[in-house]
């Protein structure tokens, strides 16, 4: 699976922005897909995943009522909308994938990973 995230960018605290990360290769709709960020000097911190159906999803405690994953399975895409931004989200945000869906806040149970996209959160 290969993954692309894109969409992120320079946004004001209490902004908002939706990332995308599209997927080719492995049949989509049998991934469980997830978002991870990492600040700089800080260790990969896990944000949010769904499930292959999209029926089920986690997120992490910092981000939870803040942030929504959600998949098209037809255009091969997860999204991540983000409200409410603070400086705290500033990251590199990349999409992963795997089969399962267990230990999805651990990164590595992730098979695949995409290339990050830069969030900065500042005014």
């Known amino acids: 699976v290969q993954l692309q995230a894109f969409g992120g960018g320079l946004v004001q605290p209490g902004g908002s922005l939706r990332l995308s990360c599209a997927a080719s290769?492995?049949?989509?709709?049998?991934?469980?897909l997830a978002w991870f960020r990492q600040a700089p000097g800080k260790e990969r911190e896990f944000v949010a995943a769904?499930?292959?159906?999209?029926?089920?999803?986690n997120y992490a405690e910092s981000v939870k009522g803040r942030v929504t994953i959600s998949r098209d399975n037809a255009k091969n895409t997860v999204y991540l909308r983000m409200n409410s931004l603070k400086p705290e989200d500033t990251a590199v945000y990349s999409c992963a994938a795997k089969t399962s869906w267990t230990r999805v806040n651990l990164g590595t149970s992730y098979n695949y990973w995409g290339q990050g996209t830069q969030v900065t959160v500042s005014s």
């Open positions: 769904i499930s292959s159906t999209g029926l089920m999803t």
């Open positions: 290769g492995r049949p989509f709709p049998t991934m469980s």
